[in-house]
C-alpha cells in the first residue's frame, strides 16, 4: 500500500487484487431489491437531491463536482435511519409472523390491529449503542413501530444529540466510556434485558443485523444511479466515503460498484475518509487485520465517525476493493463545513454537518490547494474526473457548526 502524507493530511492507495472474490450473497441486488420499496412506504420519504457544484468543478479542473445531501433524509439530519429502520422492521417481521405482508406492504404490515396485538404480547424493545445519529434513527423507527429504545451514549457525547434522542421517547444513558466500550455495554444490556440489539459493529456470533443494517443503506445508491441517469452530466469517477466502523462506506461501495457494472460503466474509485486520529478501517486495510483496534476515547469533531473498531462483516470488502484510504485531520471537515455554507459564487448551499463534510472537504482541497498536488496526482484527478460526496448530516450540534463557520479548525498556514 503506498502512503503520502502531505499537510497532515495522509492518503493511503490501496492496491485491489485482479480478480476480487465475488460479491456476498447477502450485498448482491436480488436481496436489496425490496429494501427502497419499503423505506417508500415510511412517513416523509423522499428522494434526498443530488447537488452539482460546477463552480467549484471549473475552478478545480475537473469535470463535475455532485453531493448527495443525505441531511434531508426522513427530518432527522443524517442518512442513519435508512439502515436502522430497515433492519428493525425485518426482525418485527418475522417476530410478528408477517413477512409475506411485509415484503408486499412494507410499514402497514407491522401496523394492522393484529400486528399491534402481537407486539404487545412479545413485549419487544430494541437497544443500541451510538454517537449520536444512528441512536435517533433507532429512536425514531421505535417509536414509528410502538417498540421502546434503550440508547447507549460515548463519553463526549454532546448534549443536543442526547437530547434529540429522548425527545423521540427513547431511554437514553450517557456511559462515560469509549464507543466501542458503550456497544460492549449496550450488547451486555440487550442480553440480560432480552432486548433486540442493532448495531451496524460486528460482534462475535453476531452478523446477521449488522448485514440488514448495511442493506438498508441500499436506498441511497438506487436514489442515486436514477439521478445520475437523469442528469445531463458525467458518471462519477471518485467516490468519497466517510467511515466509522465502515458499514455505511463498505456498503455503498458493494451498491454502486455492482450497479455501474450493470450498466456498463467503469468502476469508480472508491476513497475510504476516517478522521486522522481514529482511522481504524485504513488501519485494517494496511494490516490485513479486520479487527484492528484504535483503543481508548480519541478526540475530533467528527463524532459520527469516532469509532475505534471497524465492521468485521465489510471491511474485508472494503479492503480488497477501495481505491485509497484518507486520514483527515479536523480542519478538512471544517473546511467542507465552510464550502458547503459558503460555495463560490453561483454553487448551490447546504449545510453540512463535521461528520457529513469530511469527503467535501478532502475532495475541494485537492482541488483548490495546488500544495496538495501530489495527493491530487496520486488519486488520480484530472479534467476528465466527476468527483461524488455524501453529505450524510446536517448541523446536528448547531454549536460545532457555527463555530467552524467563524473560522475555528482553520486550514494550517501552509495551505493558506
Not at 415510511?42 to 475552478?59: C, E, F, G, K, V
Not at 410478528?96 to 404490515?109: H, I, P, W, Y
Not at 450524510?392 to 457555527?402: A, F, H, L
Request: net charge negative; aromatic share 6%; charged share 10%.
Amino acid at each position: 500500500m503506498q502512503t503520502n502524507d502531505l499537510y497532515q493530511i495522509k492518503i493511503y492507495r490501496n492496491q485491489p487484487p485482479a480478480a476480487p472474490a465475488a460479491w456476498p450473497d447477502w450485498l448482491q441486488p436480488k436481496r436489496t431489491a425490496l429494501v427502497q420499496q419499503f423505506h417508500q412506504t415510511l412517513p416523509q420519504y423522499q428522494p434526498t437531491p443530488l447537488l452539482s457544484l460546477p463552480n467549484l468543478a471549473a475552478a478545480g479542473g475537473v469535470q463535475q463536482v455532485l453531493v448527495k445531501d443525505e441531511a434531508k433524509r426522513f427530518g432527522l439530519n443524517a442518512f442513519k435511519a435508512l439502515g436502522s429502520s430497515w433492519a428493525m422492521a425485518c426482525l418485527l417481521a418475522e417476530r410478528l409472523d408477517v413477512q409475506e405482508a411485509f415484503q408486499q406492504n412494507g410499514l402497514a404490515a407491522l401496523q394492522t390491529e393484529a400486528a399491534k396485538q402481537k407486539l404487545q404480547q412479545q413485549n419487544i424493545a430494541f437497544c443500541t449503542a451510538t454517537d449520536g445519529n444512528h441512536g435517533r434513527g433507532l429512536a425514531w423507527a421505535a417509536q414509528l413501530f410502538g417498540c421502546p429504545a434503550h440508547v447507549y451514549m460515548p463519553a463526549g457525547t454532546e448534549p443536543e444529540r442526547l437530547q434529540n434522542i429522548a425527545a423521540l421517547g427513547a431511554e437514553v444513558c450517557c456511559t462515560g466510556l469509549s464507543y466501542d466500550e458503550s456497544v460492549a455495554l449496550a450488547a451486555s444490556q440487550a442480553q440480560a434485558n432480552g432486548w433486540l440489539l442493532v448495531q451496524d459493529t460486528s460482534l462475535p456470533d453476531y452478523t446477521a443485523i449488522p448485514q440488514l443494517i448495511i442493506q438498508g443503506y441500499s436506498t441511497i445508491a438506487a436514489e442515486l444511479l436514477e439521478q445520475i441517469k437523469a442528469q445531463s452530466g458525467g458518471v462519477p469517477s471518485h467516490i468519497f466515503l466517510q467511515a466509522g466502523v465502515g458499514s455505511m462506506a463498505g456498503g455503498m461501495l458493494a451498491f454502486l460498484a455492482q450497479a455501474f457494472a450493470d450498466q456498463g460503466w467503469p468502476q469508480p474509485n472508491f476513497i475510504i475518509v476516517e478522521p486522522s486520529e481514529v482511522a481504524c478501517c485504513a488501519l485494517a486495510a494496511q494490516t490485513g487485520n479486520m479487527q484492528a483496534q484504535i483503543a481508548g476515547v480519541q478526540q475530533t469533531i467528527m463524532a459520527g465517525l469516532n469509532c475505534g473498531t471497524p465492521c468485521s462483516v465489510i471491511m474485508p470488502l472494503l479492503a480488497e476493493r477501495a481505491a485509497a484510504f484518507a486520514a483527515c485531520p479536523d480542519f478538512v471537515a471544517a473546511h467542507g463545513m465552510r464550502l458547503a455554507a459558503n460555495p463560490l459564487p453561483g454553487d448551490p448551499a447546504f449545510v453540512a454537518g463535521e461528520s457529513g463534510a469530511p469527503g467535501l472537504g478532502l475532495a475541494a482541497l485537492l482541488l483548490q490547494k495546488p500544495q496538495l498536488k501530489p495527493l491530487r496526482q496520486m488519486l488520480g484527478l484530472d479534467a476528465a474526473s466527476v468527483l461524488l460526496c455524501l453529505n450524510t448530516e446536517g448541523d446536528t450540534v448547531p454549536r460545532i457548526w457555527q463555530q467552524a463557520q467563524a473560522g475555528a479548525w482553520p486550514l494550517p498556514p501552509e495551505l493558506n
